[in-house]
């Protein structure tokens, strides 16, 4: 039998019994929709929809289609499609926009059908206090009075990434766009105009993150002091996401949520087909949306996730405005990358990270290799989609710190804006001349590499520790030794592990937990893209 035949059966053997043939009528159309026989739907999703699977479970009882998402982030889901990757492998994608999508021929060639579920658009999210305090309270604002605000030093925001997550990125051509004030798509010219006060805005970002939920979870530690770090005054993230965080009760004060008056960026989320789906995901497809805009489902999206409604005549959760202007989205793919080096090179803060690297005996051979290959990747060898935003930024500073059962001397290196490859090539030469043997002193390496950020004279940077080790901290410092350090420092600066071979999983968690940072699993040998994927949050 075939992969879809097994699929199917497996179907209709978890769905036997539980398919109604009750019918429901759309809103766009006043067809009923009806049930099919039982299909499995692989969908390539972004990993916001993960609210979605109690109604996505209800669809599958009405409709016999089962939802089986991959989450993936808005870059990454976007090369595997171009580089027809998801042919054969997924159904159907459900991203929040398929904007850039479709800025990039070999990617919009394999898009088939979409259907609009729903809507969020990107805000700014601003503790009570702090709204009263800028005279924002009961007044609609611009970006450009949310960008001086946050030149002068009156708030601090999180942001994602622009170029890991949909989020950031919106928030981007939003604020560049709304700055621009002409009303026309950005272009590179437009963007070196407004290149000085986006370069303002962005100095009150004090936390980025390559995923919504990580930052938006990091945020509500850090106001209830469950997490090291001080406080933030605001989040940029979608309407439904802060309208959440709002209603779980957990935060000290509520967030203002702030709808600048010249424009917002939204999602739009289409669940979108793909020119590779088979006649039976053609029609799984079809069910699952005619079922998603069916007035009972959509209040069911509205009530459960703060998500707007994707078909007229049903209302909005309460106190969501309806005047809201939508900015223009960039048309080419050469204004979006602009855009996203922009912001990379001139527009954020600079970032400072140490690689705490483990060069003991049992990295010689292979592993070395694998870990060398990893990190040349950033130095711009990797020339994908993906791996043009991974590589190291402007003005960046890159730490190396080789650690056996010693700590080796620092090797730093500042990315130089007028010839950035040429730094880039000298980190790469560097991690060519790693060298393995000796034990595994996991915690000297980290005391080490915290001293290197401490002892730096220009601390108006992110800063991280990104830590490979391939195995259990055998000599130097304990854990415990760890921590009373971690309670001597006045700046805390997030640690995150790469588990790579052999590596003590609860040390890792551990270490990520005390510092706040996040652990990243590379033992399938996936060490490039969790090196790739860490530059979201540095």
Request: with cysteine; charged share 20%; proline share 6%.
């Amino acid at each position: 039998m075939s992969r879809r035949g097994i699929a199917v059966a497996l179907a209709a053997l978890v769905l036997a019994g539980c398919t109604t043939s009750e019918s429901f009528v759309t809103a766009s159309s006043g067809a009923r929709v009806e049930p099919g026989p039982p299909t499995t739907l692989r969908v390539l999703a972004g990993s916001e929809l993960a609210d979605m699977r109690p109604i996505l479970d209800e669809a599958a009882k009405a409709t016999g289609v089962t939802v089986e998402m991959t989450f993936t982030g808005s870059l990454e889901g976007t090369q595997t499609v171009a580089e027809g990757r998801a042919d054969g492998v997924h159904d159907a994608l459900w991203f929040s926009s398929n904007r850039y999508l479709a800025t990039i021929p070999e990617a919009k060639q394999r898009l088939a059908g979409t259907a609009r579920i729903m809507g969020s658009p990107v805000v700014l999210g601003v503790k009570d206090s702090t709204a009263r305090k800028l005279g924002w309270t009961g007044r609609r604002v611009s970006w450009s009075d949310i960008a001086a605000a946050a030149e002068r030093g009156g708030f601090t925001f999180a942001m994602t990434d622009p170029a890991a997550s949909n989020t950031g990125f919106s928030a981007l051509v939003a604020v560049a766009s709304a700055l621009d004030g002409t009303g026309r798509v950005l272009d590179t010219t437009s963007i070196d105009r407004v290149a000085g006060r986006m370069t303002g805005f962005f100095s009150a970002q004090r936390l980025t993150a390559g995923s919504s939920g990580w930052l938006a979870d990091t945020f509500l530690r850090r106001s209830t002091g469950e997490e090291p770090g001080p406080p933030l005054d605001g989040l940029i993230g979608y309407e439904a996401s802060l309208t959440t965080l709002n209603r779980s009760g957990k935060l000290p004060e509520p967030l203002d949520l702030v709808y600048p008056a010249d424009g917002v960026v939204s999602a739009d989320y289409p669940l979108t087909l793909l020119a590779s789906a088979d006649p039976a995901a053609r029609d799984a497809h079809r069910r699952l949306a005619d079922y998603l805009r069916t007035p009972e489902a959509q209040r069911e999206i509205v009530e459960r996730t703060a998500r707007r409604p994707g078909v007229p005549d049903v209302p909005m959760a309460q106190g969501q405005p309806d005047d809201l202007v939508e900015l223009p989205f960039p048309d080419s793919r050469p204004a979006i990358d602009a855009l996203l080096a922009a912001y990379a090179d001139r527009f954020r803060r600079p970032s400072r990270t140490v690689y705490a690297l483990d060069v003991s005996g049992s990295m010689a051979g292979d592993r070395m290799r694998t870990l060398q290959a990893a990190l040349k990747g950033l130095t711009g060898t990797d020339t994908s989609l993906v791996g043009q935003h991974c590589r190291f930024r402007s003005r960046e500073e890159v730490v190396l710190l080789p650690f056996d059962q010693d700590v080796g001397a620092p090797l730093a290196f500042t990315i130089d804006e007028q010839a950035p490859q040429a730094s880039r090539d000298a980190v790469r030469a560097a991690v060519d001349g790693l060298a393995t043997g000796g034990d595994t002193a996991v915690y000297d390496g980290l005391v080490g590499a915290f001293g290197v950020l401490d002892a730096a004279t220009d601390q108006d940077r992110f800063t991280s520790v990104v830590l490979m080790t391939d195995g259990e901290s055998n000599t130097g410092r304990v854990a415990a030794d760890f921590t009373a350090f971690l309670a001597t420092r006045r700046t805390p600066t997030p640690v995150f592990p790469i588990l790579f071979g052999e590596a003590a999983v609860d040390q890792m968690k551990d270490i990520a937990k005390s510092t706040g940072g996040e652990v990243w699993d590379a033992r399938n040998g996936e060490l490039a893209r969790a090196f790739c994927q860490i530059r979201g949050y540095q």
